[in-house]
């Protein structure tokens, strides 16, 4: 893992629109894996900005969504998909036929509809960096505590903690959906880069659980210390719990001047 902590969260999502900014610029046809929550929206307001300040074309782009809720209609603002749309889709050059997210429809089957979200990340021969947020419980995705690290794309019933995270984003008398379709940890670590931000005290046990806790599926985030290329980004108050905050910075120093020397190595 490569943890790099910054001091605050704009320096993070600066950072992290980098990365991305790297393999789409570089890549012919560049598969990107998203995520929704609040951690990435400063992420995607980088990546706007870049465009229209034309130096990143999403035109040649594919993306794959972690997760969406089930029961939710595309066109409802709490879907992930309106989410997209708003926070990134909409004012960019993405076309949106190659934009995905794992949806499970009225009528249709939740295990068929992970399936065939398998495939098509498949066809489109993987994900090349996937963005990761973190659960204060350690999820990554929609993959809560007890998933299994081989999981793959699949219905899954959320934690009381993830709903009432979550809660502050429904009004008081709003559906909030307790099941959604997500990526599984195995599809997660098929991704060529994963890039996971977290800001704020509340993610820092989480980050410390991820970081230097046991493998376990007790955090689901842990699964990326199995992870060849894990980019971790944290600003300072996610990574208030970790005890080596000094070694991650020295390493990094040396990484850049490594970089500096051999140049960037992206395997994408
Ligand atoms: P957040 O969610 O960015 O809204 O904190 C992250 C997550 O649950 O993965």
């Not at 929206?41 to 465009?51: A, C, E, F, P, T």
């Not at 926070?87 to 036929?97: A, P, S």
Request: net charge negative; hydrophobic share 40%; glycine share 6%.
């Amino acid at each position: 893992m490569q943890v790099i902590i910054f001091d605050d969260a704009q320096q993070v999502a600066e950072n992290a629109a980098e990365w991305v900014a790297e393999l789409v610029n570089k890549k012919s046809a560049p598969v990107l894996g998203l995520a929704t929550g609040s951690t990435p929206i400063s992420l995607y307001q980088q990546l706007v900005n870049k465009h229209q300040l034309g130096q990143l074309s999403f035109k040649n782009t594919t993306s794959f969504n972690l997760d969406e809720y089930l029961g939710i209609a595309a066109d409802n603002a709490q879907s992930y998909r309106h989410f997209m749309n708003e926070n990134l889709f909409d004012h960019v050059d993405i076309d949106k036929t190659k934009t995905f997210l794992p949806t499970c429809n009225q009528g249709e089957n939740p295990r068929e509809q992970g399936l065939a979200y398998e495939e098509k990340i498949k066809q489109a021969n993987g994900v090349d960096l996937q963005i990761l947020g973190i659960g204060a419980n350690g999820h990554i995705g929609f993959n809560e505590p007890t998933s299994s690290l081989a999981s793959r794309t699949r219905i899954k019933t959320l934690t009381q903690q993830t709903l009432t995270d979550n809660s502050r984003l429904f009004d008081e008398h709003e559906f909030q959906p307790t099941l959604a379709m997500t990526m599984g940890i195995a599809t997660i670590l098929d991704a060529r880069y994963v890039l996971l931000m977290a800001t704020g005290a509340n993610k820092a046990q989480a980050v410390k659980d991820m970081v230097a806790g046991p493998l376990s599926a007790m955090c689901p985030a842990s699964a990326l210390q199995m992870h060849e290329n894990a980019i971790i980004l944290l600003d300072k108050a996610a990574a208030s719990e970790l005890e080596d905050q000094d070694y991650y910075q020295w390493a990094n120093n040396q990484n850049i001047k490594i970089n500096q020397e051999f140049g960037l190595y992206h395997n994408y």
